[in-house]
């Protein structure tokens, strides 16, 4: 890449002290760099025409394509600079349970349609915490629950949530006073598990109170526990925001009698993409919309 560089300031300045002043180099420095174009090209590059110096024919012949090479190599070495949002034409890849695509996904698409009208967010089901599909590419953005397996990973906190319980408008559960942990444990729940576990938050605190509550139903994800839960007895807990949404008209939330761990969501993405111009914008744009707007 050096030969590159000044073969392309020899063949522009047909100088060698000339090429050497605009490299930064010393005359002899550039002499010798001559030197070794003209074993590497096999060819003398420049010779002696009097006071001055002329290119060879083979020079000459070479010259449009040494400049072209040397521009696109200092392209190619340049640091990244912005990114035209509005002339963006990207589709990113965004993996997010369920519950955060019915609750949040509209007020995105509409935020990022309005700075840049041809990026599409394309939301892909979250199944596990597996993080593959960001190492491999397959996914440029993850959103949820940080897991412990990718250290490599970046993030960013977008908001903060906990778990509530809901019940059905009219549930006897809100007729009897206090909800404490004995009358929530004497209750049917739905769980919400994409491995269909029968665990839920809080069971380790009832547990230590020697409390199992009845599982009766599993569901695969938090829509569907507020489904089963709008239409039947059964008590479920699902994270605070996503109450929010227009599926949960049909329930009543209330806090839950023991303790249960909070939740932290972030934007999730790999180093390789760090840096990119498009991407660090949807990011922004994102940690934006959550800083600044209802959660």
């Not at 090209?41 to 060879?56: E, K, W």
């Not at 993996?95 to 990026?119: E, G, M, Q, Y």
């Amino acid at each position: 890449m050096n030969l590159l560089v000044a073969l392309d300031a020899l063949l522009t300045e047909r100088s060698v002290s000339s090429a050497a002043r605009k490299l930064h180099l010393s005359p002899s420095a550039m002499s010798r760099t001559l030197s070794r174009l003209r074993t590497v090209l096999g060819d003398p590059v420049l010779v002696p025409a009097g006071r001055s110096m002329v290119a060879t024919p083979h020079a000459e012949s070479i010259a449009d394509e040494v400049r072209a090479l040397t521009a696109a190599v200092r392209t190619v070495l340049s640091p990244i600079g912005s990114v035209d949002v509005a002339r963006l034409n990207r589709v990113f890849t965004v993996r997010a349970n369920d519950a955060f695509v019915v609750v949040h996904a509209a007020r995105l698409s509409a935020v990022v349609a309005t700075a840049a009208p041809d990026v599409r967010l394309c939301f892909v089901p979250k199944p596990d915490k597996d993080i593959h599909a960001l190492r491999e590419g397959t996914v440029d953005l993850e959103i949820g629950v940080i897991s412990g397996d990718g250290a490599e990973l970046l993030a960013q906190t977008l908001y903060r949530d906990a778990f509530v319980g809901i019940v059905r408008k009219g549930h006897e559960l809100l007729r009897g006073g206090e909800i404490t942990v004995e009358r929530y444990a004497a209750c049917g729940h739905v769980v919400a598990s994409r491995r269909g576990k029968n665990t839920r938050p809080g069971d380790e605190a009832l547990a230590a109170m020697g409390l199992h509550p009845e599982v009766k139903m599993i569901v695969p994800s938090f829509p569907a526990v507020l489904a089963v839960v709008s239409a039947s007895d059964l008590v479920g807990v699902v994270p605070r925001s996503f109450c929010q949404s227009q599926f949960a008209s049909g329930v009543v939330t209330f806090a839950l009698p023991m303790a249960t761990p909070p939740i932290v969501i972030s934007q999730i993405w790999h180093p390789r993409l760090d840096a990119d111009p498009g991407h660090r914008w949807l990011r922004g744009v994102i940690f934006d919309a959550f800083r600044t707007g209802d959660r």
